[in-house]
């Protein structure tokens, strides 16, 4: 049997180790919130850096710039009253968007350009006429006409699914898209008025996606950040007739 004396001891020796454990417990958790309050102070400092950095690059920068802007692109390559030809033609946009951004007083920022047509482009390239016309032949041999178009590069034999006019609208969704622009195709004259007036230009779709809808050019010191070169252009691939382009600045005075 265990003597009394010894079990005093061992009853010592815990209360010993319990008190150790308690005081070890107690210091490690003052020892992390102190690095927890330590580490929340470092984030709040950093914060209160970050907003003073921001304000200062504020008042460096200027006032802040956002506009937008629809601008009307007269095609170069049309006569007054003449019908759309189904033509490739490139039109300059830097001449335009350049003064948008010299009436702005923006100096440093970003201009957004896009294309608000479904058979139009947005690029940036070399204004040439004699590459104006390799770009035609280029994608028009990719992509060439319908048989039943009007466009004299047509390719008998070549037909899109697009250009069954007569088949369409194809289900009520896109029913409801030609309701929701104007046209009351529920009515079976106004549904032939706007199948007459649908252009067979799947090719010009397709190259429009091939080419891109929009370009984002930097601007610096009131200049967009292109090469000696470059221009901005808008390519319509189903005209030549008047378009527009939507452009956004964004940036500092």
Avoid at 128 to 138: C, V
């Amino acid at each position: 049997m265990m003597t009394s004396s010894l079990l005093r001891r061992l009853m010592v020796a815990l209360v010993i180790l319990s008190t150790t454990t308690t005081h070890a417990f107690i210091n490690s958790y003052r020892y992390n919130n102190l690095i927890q309050y330590r580490h929340l102070n470092a984030i709040q400092s950093d914060n209160d850096d970050c907003k003073q950095t921001a304000g200062d690059m504020s008042s460096q920068l200027g006032r802040q710039i956002c506009t937008y802007k629809t601008i009307t692109i007269e095609p170069s390559g049309m006569n007054k009253g003449e019908p759309p030809r189904q033509a490739v033609s490139v039109e300059d946009l830097t001449p335009q968007l350049q003064s948008f951004i010299s009436d702005s007083n923006i100096k440093n920022g970003v201009l957004h350009v896009i294309s608000r047509h479904t058979t139009t482009a947005i690029t940036i390239n070399e204004k040439e006429s004699r590459l104006e016309q390799d770009i035609a032949n280029f994608f028009l041999n990719i992509c060439p006409p319908d048989e039943r178009s009007s466009s004299n590069k047509k390719v008998d034999g070549v037909r899109y699914l697009h250009n069954d006019i007569d088949k369409r609208p194809d289900g009520e969704e896109e029913a409801q898209r030609c309701r929701d622009n104007g046209w009351d195709i529920d009515n079976d004259v106004e549904l032939e008025k706007w199948r007459n007036q649908e252009p067979i230009n799947a090719h010009s779709h397709l190259i429009s996606m091939m080419l891109g809808s929009s370009e984002c050019i930097p601007i610096v010191e009131g200049k967009m950040c292109v090469g000696q070169w470059q221009s901005v252009l808008m390519v319509d691939l189903d005209g030549p007739r008047v378009r527009t382009v939507g452009v956004q600045l964004m940036g500092y005075e």
